[in-house]
């Protein structure tokens, strides 16, 4: 399952990285993609349904950080509209505010990583990288 993950991921990013290269609306949707599939995985471990696994736990938070720290340069004025957008104008209005919210996401994706021992602390640092990942989409993505 863990390398299922991996590969996937890696797959995701590696031909999103080919195909969209020049489009930053593609690459931000698909960084959006990789954390949607690391997030279902993580739901599933702190809900029980899947067993705590020490190495899956680690790459839900690698791919956490990772997005967080090459979305800030996703969101050029060219790339406000097109290509089935869900950002929303505030971005562009906040960049400092936006910019902030990922790398406070980066830095939790961080101490996740570093706290997750167990599933309790799996837990604990899952739900406040999740939080966060909701309240920047609240203030920065419109609604569909």
Not at 6 to 34: E, F, H, N
Not at 112 to 130: E, V
Request: glycine fraction near 10%.
């Amino acid at each position: 399952m863990i390398r299922t993950v991996v590969v996937a991921a890696g797959l995701i990013l590696g031909l999103s990285a080919v195909v969209a290269q020049s489009d930053p609306i593609a690459q931000r949707r698909d960084a959006m993609k990789a954390v949607g599939a690391a997030t279902r995985e993580g739901a599933a471990i702190a809900k029980g349904e899947a067993a705590f696994d020490s190495a899956k736990v680690q790459t839900i938070f690698k791919v956490y950080a990772d997005a967080a720290k090459r979305l800030p340069a996703l969101y050029p004025e060219t790339a406000k509209s097109g290509g089935e957008t869900t950002a929303g104008p505030k971005i562009w209005e906040d960049q400092g505010g936006f910019k902030t919210a990922l790398a406070k996401f980066e830095t939790e994706a961080v101490a996740g990583g570093a706290a997750a021992k167990d599933l309790d602390s799996f837990r604990s640092a899952f739900g406040a990288a999740t939080k966060n990942c909701g309240s920047c989409h609240e203030v920065y993505r419109i609604k569909k």
